[in-house]
Every structure is written in C-alpha cells, then in structure tokens.
C-alpha cells in the first residue's frame, strides 16, 4: 500500500506542514508533549464520527500509534451514546482481541461476537467473559451494543436491520469488493488503517481491472476515496511503539506525507546485557543495536538459494546469543529493567519456507517460544526485539514482491527497542541493477515512495550500523 492513498497532485499541498500536521523540526508544544498531538488528534476523529455531516471517516494509522485503542474508545463512545455498532476487522485474531480490549477497558459493555460454524471459532478466553455473547447467527446477537466480526463473515448476514454505525479496523488491508459485500449493513462508518503496510491478498491477478473505479482488488479505503473525496480524512501522529531511534526512518521511507513520531525520546528506553560480547558477528551487531536501536549483520556477498542456510544459521544465532546474554529492557512501561524473554523477540522473513528453516535452525541450537513467521503474519504485533532476514538478501534479481513497500514496512517496524536486519552485501547494487520497471497505467495512483526507493532509504541508514561478518 502507498504511504498515502490519495492522488499525487492532491498530496504536494503537505510538503508545507499544516497546523495538525507540524513539520518534525518544529518546537510548537506538539512536538514537545506527544500525547497532546495524539489526544488532540484523536478528539477530532471522535467529533467528526460521532457528530459529523459525512457518512465516513478516515484514519490513517502509523505503526504502534495506538490504532486499536482508538477503535475500542470509537466503539465505547458510539455505544454510550446509543449508536448501535457493527465493528469488522478482517482476521479472527484482530475480532478476538478487540473483544478482549473492550471487555477490559468496559466490563459491563454487551458485546457480540459473531462467528463462523468452524470446530474453533473463536479465543476461549471469550468464554470467561459474562459480557460477552457469542453466536454464528447475527439475528441472536440483535439488540447488543456492539457486535463484532470478520469481513468474510459480515459478508453473509442477510436479512437484518442496519447497523446505524460501523467500525472497519485496518482498512487498507480489506478490498474494496469485500467492503462492497458489507457496506448494506450499515449507515455510517469509521475507517482505520495503516497505510503503510501490507496491500489486500488477491490470489488472481487484477490487472485487467487496473484504474478502474471499481477495481476489487484495491484497498477499501482507496476505492472509498476515490467515490468520495470529500470525506474528512486525519491521521494519528505518534508511535507509541517505534522508539525515537525507529520513528525518523520509518516515517521518512514510507510514511512522507504523512509523518509522525516517536512518543519517547532518546534515552527513555534502554536495551543492556549481562553477558559481554564474545567479539563474534552475532554478538557484536546486538551491541550495535543496543546502543543505536538499528543493526546490520552484513555476510559476504553470494547468490544464494531462497533458504540460504548460511544467512539462516546466522539469524538463528543472533536469536540463541539474545537469550544467552540476560538481556534487560527499560521503558516508560517499568523504570525497572524486564528481562529480554524468548515471548518478546520476534524473526520477521518473506517466504514461508524461510521462516521454516529459521525455526528448524533455531529448535537445532534449543530455542523455543521464539515467534518466526513472514512479514503478512507479522503485520499488527509488537515485540522488544526483531530480527529480520532481509527480503533481497543472497537474491539475483529484484521482483515486484521482493520490492513491496508494504513488506519491507512491516519488518522494519515490529520492534520497541532494536532491530536487527541480516543480509548479504550487494544488494544496493542488485537495486540499481533492476530499477522499477512497472508500467504506468491511466487512473492508478502511483505508489510513493515505491520499494526501491524504500529499500535505498533503509538501507542508506543501516549501513551507518554495519557490522560485517565471514561465518
């Protein structure tokens, strides 16, 4: 997905910062106290929803800048107010745990939970919550403040009154004809995203749709724009989760028109060891990113096969040396130093077969509880530290997958506090060896940044924190 949804001509207005969007070198109070900007931010998407004109609202959503948060507050104020209220997100997870954060944020908030006939629908914990309610028909949920559901399943309720409101949680990722399958069942609706990761999954191809107005394979929230310009659109404008180490690069490569933050500042989180270094690649790119939150553990050049064994063996090895060395991480979160557990470091890779093979060398070397798993199963979780195999690494060309925004977005951003990125040397040269070559077609939006502006950015910054290693 672009880093902005709306036509180039329409987007060059935010090169100059507008009061709600304050340049990053500004020093008016925003960008001194984060939670104001936020809270101010957020008060305007509640306005708009709840006492707005238009029938949408759009928010877009940076990494970790509090997006389900907004949603369970959205639902909460919608459902005080006597607005009943649809909510659809697009997994069972994101269905589950929107439940989950409603029932603790308001106990005594009814709540539905429609789901599909499968033999495990839903999250147990669902069934320890009296508020509650659970069905796979929507007529037995009627009356309920707010119901809650996957897109695929919305798409088969017939029959009921209108929602008056609707909720749809990360919208970028739904497609527009999925959107079209549940818009009936509701009046108005609030719509939030990042517009950063990951585009909606297709498994045929939509180019014969290219630049149409209806193309199903586009984002719901691009489609929706594209009908309804008008709609008032805002943005949430601090990480929460991103450091202040993170936040600059991310928003620079894939958020630049629509920049955000860091909620804390240098110093307010601290990544330390017990154990010294024993001077070895591993160990020396995790002081790295320890220090500067960014590492790079750079192996010699090579084409390689998908499943490099050398790069496999060598991420797994940064992994078993983060736990052998007692790590301890402090933030705003504790002002006392938690340990750095196997639960809070993630393995981010491309293809499914390279995640298998990390898990394979990883359970060699006695690890466990580690989550390793492609840049789409990633999307939406957080952890202290990630370590990620580069999608170019050991690669001979460049591809259109290899090179989504999206991809590279979501790997780069999953972590608190540092990330570390193996990969083998020359793939700035393999980038200027395959320059984007996709061709331009009358009516799409074209993508900013693209992946190998993308790419150059990230790495242009990771080189600064090179560690180079011969196994």
Known sequence: ???????????????????????????????????AAAARATDAILRDTLHGAHRGVVVDSPPGAGKSTLVVRAARELAAAGRRLMVVAQTNAQVDDLVLRLAEKDPDLPVGRL?????????????GLPNVRKSAK??????????????AKWAHVKGVEPWRYAIVDEAY?????????????????????DPGQLDPFAIVGAEQWAGLSYDPSASAVTTLLAHNPELPQHRLPVSWR???????LVSDAFYPYTRFRSGTGHGDRRLAFAVASDGSGPDRVI??????GWGLLELPARHTPRTDPEAVRAVAQVVRRLLDRGGAAVSERSPDPVPLTADRIAVGTAHRDQAAAVRSALAELGVADVTVDTANRLQGREFDVTVVLHPLSGRPDATAFHLETGRLCVLASRHRHACIVVCRAGVAELLDDHPSTEPVQLGVTV????GWEA?????????????????
């Open 1 to 35: 997905m672009t880093a902005d949804a709306r036509p180039l001509e329409a987007r060059t207005s935010l090169d100059s910062p507008s009061p709600d969007s304050p340049s990053p070198d500004s020093p008016s109070p925003e960008r001194s106290d984060p939670a």
């Open 115 to 127: 789901h599909s006939n499968d033999a495990d629908p839903y999250d147990k914990a669902l069934d």
């Open 138 to 151: 929507a007529a037995d949920l009627a009356g309920l403040d707010v119901v809650i559901s996957t897109a």
């Open 173 to 193: 990722q739904m497609r527009s004809d999925a959107l079209l399958a549940v818009a009936g069942l509701f009046e108005r609706a609030l719509f939030v995203g």
């Open 242 to 248: 991103l450091p202040a180490s993170a936040a600059p």
């Open 287 to 292: 002081d790295e990113a320890a220090e500067a």
């Open 447 to 450: 993508k900013f940044p693209d």
């Open 455 to 471: 790419n150059h950015a990230v790495l242009g910054h990771l080189a600064e924190h090179r560690v180079t290693w011969r196994p």
